[in-house]
């Protein structure tokens, strides 16, 4: 069976610094999409990258970048220049099943925050 | 555009009421989810629709009802829930994307107290 896997409760980090979450995953499929969502205390699960199973490069979007290590089954977010309002829940999750329907299995999440 | 809506924001409700939450989304998507997340916790799937049709259902309560009466709209009803039905409702849609990533986009949610 899929599984996510964040070993992260909770972090701190000061403001401007950069700073990873841990995400590992395990699957026998060799076809699998990784995603991060960022969750605020308001609730709406916000999108902040992707990473395919296939994908040569590492994936970028501003200050997040994705550390995709496939060999150890590790998909890490690292966000750069941290801000206070990175303040939030982290999820990653992991995209089962192929087509438009795939299910999205969630790791447990990573609470960060960012000291001013 | 990425923008998923749901009403209401907020919902109290007791256990002989029925209610319904709303979706809604323009973004020519054609999968929709619901979830229901409890506080700190992940998100549960409860219901996938593609095309309009039901496509999974996660072994939910008969009590959860959805509906897809169109391709921007889905609806939950709910009837005689329990308290332990107290959680976030998410709403979700995706698209095809390069490389077939199918993000999922949110809504906000609706928070819903079972009393």
């Known amino acids: 069976a899929q599984k996510i896997t964040q070993t992260q409760p909770g972090m701190f980090v000061q403001e401007k610094e950069a700073v990873t979450l841990d995400c590992t995953y395990d699957?026998?499929?060799?076809?699998?999409?990784l995603f991060w969502y960022k969750q605020p205390s308001s609730g709406e699960m916000i999108f902040l990258i992707y990473?395919?199973?296939?994908?040569?490069q590492n994936a970028t979007e501003g200050r997040y970048s994705l550390n995709f290590q496939k060999a150890r089954k590790s998909a890490n977010l690292v966000i750069s220049a941290s801000q206070l309002g990175d303040s939030a829940m982290y999820f990653c999750?992991?995209?089962?099943?192929?087509?438009?329907?795939?299910?999205?299995?969630f790791g447990q999440g990573t609470t960060l925050q960012v000291k001013p | 555009d990425t923008e998923v809506t749901q009403t209401p924001k907020h919902l109290v409700m007791g256990m002989t009421n029925k209610k319904s939450l709303k979706c809604e989304q323009h973004m020519g998507h054609r999968a929709m989810y619901w979830y229901k997340q409890k506080a700190k916790k992940p998100p549960e799937l409860m219901f996938v629709y593609s095309y309009e049709k039901l496509s999974i259902n996660e072994s939910v309560p008969s009590r959860f009802s959805p509906e897809c009466p169109n391709s921007s709209l889905l609806n939950l009803h709910l009837h005689a829930l329990q308290p332990e039905d107290s959680a976030l409702y998410l709403c979700?849609?995706?698209?095809?994307?390069?490389?077939?990533?199918?993000?999922?986009?949110f809504g906000p949610g609706t928070r819903l107290t079972v009393t």
């Open positions: 990473q395919g199973s296939y994908d040569q």
């Open positions: 699957t026998s499929d060799p076809s699998y999409g």
């Open positions: 999750a992991m995209r089962e099943g192929s087509g438009n329907t795939g299910k999205l299995i």
């Open positions: 979700a849609s995706s698209r095809p994307g390069r490389g077939g990533r199918y993000e999922q986009y």
